[in-house]
């Protein structure tokens, strides 16, 4: 079925994001009879209608559905096939869409991503921020390509592969003049003030619980966003504390937040690369690997 690996699918999947014709063609950048063509030229070598009009706009049918589930790994495919294949590649398949956790999104990866563009500078990017649980779960979905975070504890699909990359050891940051003072007895005396965390980070779960045992109980953040400002602004204005890679170190001192130094250790954390296993040789992840291993040295 040659017409699905090609611009005819993308259309296809605006199209069954927006469930809408006229907001499709906007987000296409084409015209609306041009994508009612696009989506009739697949009808005909699918043999089935993929929507059916309704007062509220498109409804996917059952073969607009199944075609779906299979489309965006076709998509995927095609568009990382065109890179190894060193082809001129356009505004379809040089797309490529990482997630990106918090703490490498604002520090090391700015300068990846440049140098990422400078061998493959007609790939455009789009970049998602977010915990490494909720990025591998957009990644399962196909809303994206790459993940780049701390690798999970939990299993994933057979579908995917893991690539680790090097370690970072999670610490302890609060202000200057934090009550607790440069140096603490344990991360105990830490746990009784208040911690500010990320959104829905099942992996810090599981860490301290793994960590920490039933005592993991007392760091439940009662504070939690997806920003890392407002984590550093919340900290610089209270007395509580966020427990965080020691890669966001030099941000935090930035930001006016010191280190708050604890006898013992936490638990390290794996960086590294998510990616369906399909595309895990192609170049492009190849060298986004190289580039993230190199920014660590």
């Not at 991503?113 to 998602?128: K, L, N």
């Not at 440069?182 to 830490?190: D, F, G, K, L, P």
Request: with cysteine.
């Amino acid at each position: 079925m040659r017409l699905l690996v090609s611009r005819h699918l993308e259309n296809f999947l605006v199209t069954y994001e927006a469930l809408n014709l006229h907001d499709a063609a906007d987000l296409k950048g084409i015209s609306q009879p041009a994508l009612s063509k696009s989506l009739k030229l697949l009808e005909e070598e699918i043999g089935a209608p993929l929507f059916i009009r309704t007062s509220r706009g498109l409804e996917p049918t059952p073969a607009g559905d199944t075609l779906h589930k299979y489309a965006r790994k076709l998509d995927q495919d095609a568009r990382f096939a065109s890179i190894d294949l060193q082809q001129s590649v356009d505004n379809l398949y040089g797309k490529m869409r990482i997630g990106i956790g918090p703490v490498l999104a604002t520090t090391t990866f700015p300068k990846i991503i440049a140098e990422f563009h400078r061998q493959f500078p007609q790939i455009s990017v789009t970049v998602e921020t977010g915990v490494s649980s909720t990025l591998i779960g957009a990644l399962h979905r196909d809303h994206l390509d790459v993940v780049v975070s701390a690798l999970p504890e939990s299993a994933i699909p057979d579908s995917m592969v893991s690539m680790p990359l090097f370690k970072s050891e999670m610490i302890a940051i609060g202000r200057k003049g934090h009550p607790l003072g440069n140096r603490v007895s344990s991360y105990e005396q830490v746990s009784e003030l208040g911690r500010v965390g990320f959104v829905e980070d099942r992996e810090f779960e599981r860490n301290a619980v793994r960590a920490l045992g039933q005592k993991a109980e007392r760091f439940a953040p009662i504070l939690q966003t997806t920003s890392l400002s407002v984590m550093f602004g919340m900290l610089a204005e209270t007395d509580y504390y966020a427990i965080v890679s020691d890669m966001i170190l030099p941000r935090a001192l930035e930001n006016g937040l010191v280190k708050l130094q604890c006898d013992g250790e936490l638990w390290p954390i794996t960086i590294g690369v998510v990616c369906k296993v399909s595309i895990s040789e192609s170049r492009a992840i190849i060298a986004l690997r190289k580039a993230l291993a190199q920014s660590r040295n």
